[in-house]
């Protein structure tokens, strides 16, 4: 199927910056979309940011002006710059992908979201 690394996480003080990476392999025909999602303790997981193929965006009103999201379609991969960070950046960061992939033979194809490991981010004050 498809698989979702992510990297790029860690501890940085408050106004800090940081940038995830999320790179996705297998047997991909097509990645409709991307995102990130993330989970703060207690918390439910929440969009962060997410970019469709065209090139489209949209973010959280809590990150806008503070985050970007981009897209390599030639690695499969997008990334999620953080700047400006703030304490209530600190969570669980999970890479999201809408793909459509080989399902079996003869080329046959089927639709599904893949979720990366996670990767944590914490912010300081």
């Known amino acids: 199927q498809v698989q979702l690394v992510e990297s790029g996480g860690g501890s940085v003080q408050a106004g800090g910056s940081l940038r995830l990476s999320c790179a996705a392999s297998?047997?991909?025909?097509?990645?409709?979309?991307m995102g990130w999602y993330r989970q703060a303790p207690g918390k439910q997981r929440e969009l962060v940011a997410r970019i469709i193929d065209g090139g489209r965006t949209n973010y959280a009103d809590s990150v806008k002006g503070r985050f970007t999201i981009s897209r390599d379609n030639a690695k499969n991969t997008v990334y999620l710059q953080l700047n400006s960070l703030k304490p209530e950046d600190t969570a669980v960061y999970y890479c999201?992908?809408?793909?459509?992939?080989?399902?079996?033979?003869?080329?046959?194809?089927?639709?599904?979201?893949?979720w990366g490991q996670g990767t944590q981010v914490t912010v300081s004050s």
């Open positions: 999201n992908a809408d793909t459509t992939y080989y399902s079996g033979s003869y080329g046959s194809r089927s639709r599904a979201e893949f």
């Open positions: 297998g047997r991909i025909f097509m990645i409709n979309a």
